[in-house]
């Protein structure tokens, strides 16, 4: 299995005070900190939430409060409402829920996922305008207990702290290599919750089950129940779970099916053929699928290594050239997923050797990216020399402004 990681530590530069060197290292670490020269003991402590709280509130109080229970060794309970006896943490709202990032979101000291932690000797408060900057706070005091039992201690300290990057995400390939568990994917997502990621990009060939095609990887695939469980759970830890598919090329293992053979463009070949006039239905399908398996308004179709669309275009006999196949395809494809609601990303590699591909983009539009340090001259190879160079430079999408399309950037392709 292949797995991608971008995580951001410490882009923005924040500045420390001395006192931070006596206290664990935080990660990723805070924009600002400022410790004080006093502890809280754990035990005695209680988590306070408002009446009425959303499960996304209950889930990061039960988050806190399991692993300050498992440093201190007693139970940290949980209340909400009126304020209880004894001394309390309290944890605050200000805004909507605000479980998952959206389409143009942008970072800063007053975003979405932005926290403050106050930890002194008469108060300690973590406060957040969402559900998703409650949960990463809980996840920094975690991190700032020092000691163990009777010693776990909460350093005295003010937080305020939010990302360098509104997009932080993990690729995992699901398709090359033994298929990982439904229990895997999870315990890479609780991975990824502790360090604040919140994209995690499912990508799949055709290792996921879609209804109508039964001799598609039978037995080699996660059911939709499984998928459907493995994106609540991402969400119940603010990682939106969003599709990585390739809806152009990668397809060999839908072509080796003598059934849907010929809507390849070379006989059992690994790539659709544009002009085949049951493609299109076949993708329309898929598309509606996808679309409702996986409710993030994000989608990745894929469209990277079309190592076959110069075969496709001479057989064409000049009636088509493969950048002009390439982006009838990118248009139709995209478009399926438009009237979703979904924001189109894609792979850009094929400007690498067909840089007039960017002469076809809408003006204006966000340019596509290379993902791939393939060299061109190696598109006319094996199958097997392909994977072996092409795999290897695949990189995550970070910066939807530099290397992604979007919706409303594909209206007018095709």
Not at 219 to 229: A, I, L, N, P, Y
Not at 327 to 349: N, P, S, Y
Not at 350 to 370: D, H, N, S, Y
Not at 378 to 396: A, E, W, Y
Request: aromatic share 8%.
């Amino acid at each position: 299995m292949l797995l991608f990681i971008i995580m951001v530590l410490n882009l923005g530069g924040a500045l420390l005070p001395a006192r931070a060197a006596e206290h664990r290292p935080l990660v990723p670490q805070p924009r600002e900190i400022r410790y004080g020269a006093g502890q809280i003991p754990l035990r005695g402590l209680t988590i306070r939430l408002p009446a009425d709280p959303a499960a996304q509130d209950i889930f990061a109080a039960q988050t806190l409060s399991a692993c300050l229970a498992a440093r201190a060794g007693v139970s940290v309970p949980i209340s909400t409402g009126q304020n209880p006896a004894g001394r309390a943490i309290v944890l605050e709202r200000t805004g909507a829920v605000g479980a998952l990032a959206l389409p143009g979101e942008q970072p800063g000291p007053d975003s979405r996922e932005a926290y403050k932690i106050t930890a002194k000797q008469d108060a300690i408060e973590l406060r957040s305008s969402s559900t998703a900057g409650l949960f990463y706070g809980a996840q920094t005091m975690c991190q700032l207990v020092e000691g163990e039992d009777g010693d776990a201690v909460l350093p005295e300290v003010e937080i305020h702290d939010w990302p360098s990057l509104a997009y932080r995400g993990t690729m995992v390939d699901m398709s090359h290599g033994p298929l990982p568990t439904e229990g895997e994917v999870k315990r890479q997502l609780d991975f990824m919750a502790r360090w604040k990621l919140n994209q995690y990009y499912f990508y799949n060939e055709a290792s996921v089950e879609l209804k109508g095609y039964p001799l598609l990887n039978p037995g080699g695939r996660f059911t939709q129940d499984e998928v459907g469980r493995i994106v609540a759970y991402g969400r119940e830890r603010h990682i939106d779970v969003i599709p990585c598919l390739e809806l152009y090329g990668h397809l060999h293992d839908l072509f080796r099916v003598e059934k849907y053979s010929g809507l390849a463009d070379v006989a059992h070949g690994t790539e659709f053929d544009p002009r085949n006039p049951g493609v299109m239905p076949l993708l329309a399908d898929w598309a509606k699928q996808f679309a409702q398996l996986f409710p993030s308004p994000f989608v990745h179709i894929g469209f990277d290594e079309t190592f076959q669309i110069e075969m496709a275009a001479k057989d064409a006999r000049g009636a088509a050239d493969p950048a002009t196949l390439f982006i009838r395809q990118l248009g139709d494809v995209a478009r399926l997923f438009q009237q979703e609601g979904k924001t189109v990303m894609a792979w850009g590699d094929i400007m690498v050797k067909f840089p007039e591909v960017m002469q076809q983009l809408p003006p204006g539009g966000t340019r596509l990216a290379p993902t791939s340090n393939y060299n061109p001259t190696s598109l006319g190879t094996s199958q097997k020399s392909r994977r072996q160079k092409g795999r290897p430079g695949r990189s995550l999408i970070a910066s939807r402004k530099r290397c992604s399309l979007s919706a409303g950037n594909l209206d007018n392709v095709g």
